[in-house]
């Protein structure tokens, strides 16, 4: 039954303001939430005491005064219930427990061959079991499972096309809850990683920002006003895939001289390969160039220009504030960072450019696993209104 203008609806729209401003503001009093979203002082003491109750919030003890009598200060029970965060990789799994803030308290990354989808599936699922096994006992248990994948994936957590992976419809969301009886949120990759960086990460402040995730490919999550934008069918953000030569060599995605053939870390290998003559791998190349290695060095610095010609077409195009560059390749940011910046400085337009930052990430290769972990969270407050509320 439709339940519009039902009290019991407003009630429960008021507790989550009021869930939402312990969770971001705490501490804080009643008196200030009551101040913040307008509504009365018994309203708000009665909504708090359900969330008390429901081990969502604290008391911690009397705040200072401003003249009246001290008052009791709330905080938000991080540890209510766990998420987890998993960023499937081309090559490897990242995934992280977190508690309800995003606080990690464990970590497990592994690596696999893309010998099958059924292969790299099953890893996933004995690496989540691992996390859930680990987890120390609370309230709600775990709440959710976050993954960010390397591709496209539609509103029902089918992995539409992936072509690093070179995966086609896979329905990896309905595979993981039928799996772990666990609420799970399959999106993009990069979108998770922008998230992560607005949340925990350099982002926190902005509200316009572009993350530009470097792996294998080369994805992007946008936030545009505080939120993540999608596009108009939801598969915004595959910039490694706009073509910044016309009649480059021919991509994995079909199309010709995609940026990520020039400005990834699958580039960046290739072309170790071919000049170094052995394979290479990138935790050997970053411990070469800080040994001094001029070639390998000189490999980075050229990567640091293609990834400079890319950045080049985002700022002009969305002008963003601020640019965060992520991803296992922000370890290499000592020599990518100078050939970029200076093809900036040539080529991008001096408007957009005046006022914008760019950063390798502050999170590493965390961005993506925390926001993927986010929202599992996210999707949790979304539907706990109800359950905590009691009806």
Known sequence: MKQTGDLNLVKKINKS?????????????????????????????????????????????????????????LLFNGTAGYAIGVDLGVHDILAV?????????????????????????????????ELIDSAPQSTYGIIGIGIGVPGICDDDGNLLFAPNLSWENVPLQKDIEETFH?????????????????????????????????????????????????????????????????????CRCGSLGCWELYASEHALLEQARLELGEPAQLDKLLSKAEAGDEKVIALFERLG??????????????????????????????????????????RSLPLPRKRLNVEFSQLSDRSTVLGAASFAVSKFFASTTVSIDGN
Do not use: C
């Not at 990834?307 to 370890?331: C, K, Q, S, T, W």
């Open 17 to 73: 303001i009021v869930l939402h401003h312990i969770r971001t503001d705490s501490p804080i009093s009643r008196a200030r939430i009551a101040e913040i979203t307008g509504l009365t002082k018994a309203t708000v003491s009665s909504l708090v005491n359900e969330l008390i109750e429901s081990s969502l919030v604290d008391e911690i003890g009397a705040g200072e005064s401003s003249g009246g009598r001290k008052p009791m200060m």
């Open 182 to 250: 666990i609420p799970v949120v399959i999106d993009n990759e990069a979108n998770a990683g922008a998230v992560g960086e607005k949340q925990f990460g350099a982002g926190k402040d902005t509200a316009n920002l572009v993350y530009i995730s470097i792996g294998i490919g080369i994805g992007a999550g946008i936030i545009i006003k505080g939120e993540l934008y999608r596009g108009a069918t939801g598969f915004s953000g595959e910039i490694g895939h706009i073509s910044i030569q016309h009649d480059g060599p021919k």
């Open 97 to 129: 427990l977190t508690d309800l803030t995003g606080k990690v308290i464990s970590e497990k990354r592994v690596q696999h061959d893309n010998a099958s989808v059924e292969a790299v599936i099953q890893l996933l699922r004995t690496t989540i079991r």
């Open 305 to 346: 220009y293609y990834l400079g010609v890319g950045v080049v077409n985002i700022i002009n195009g969305y002008n963003p504030e601020f640019i965060i560059l992520g991803g296992r390749l922000a370890g290499a940011e000592k020599w990518l960072m100078k050939p970029l910046l200076q093809l900036l400085e040539k």
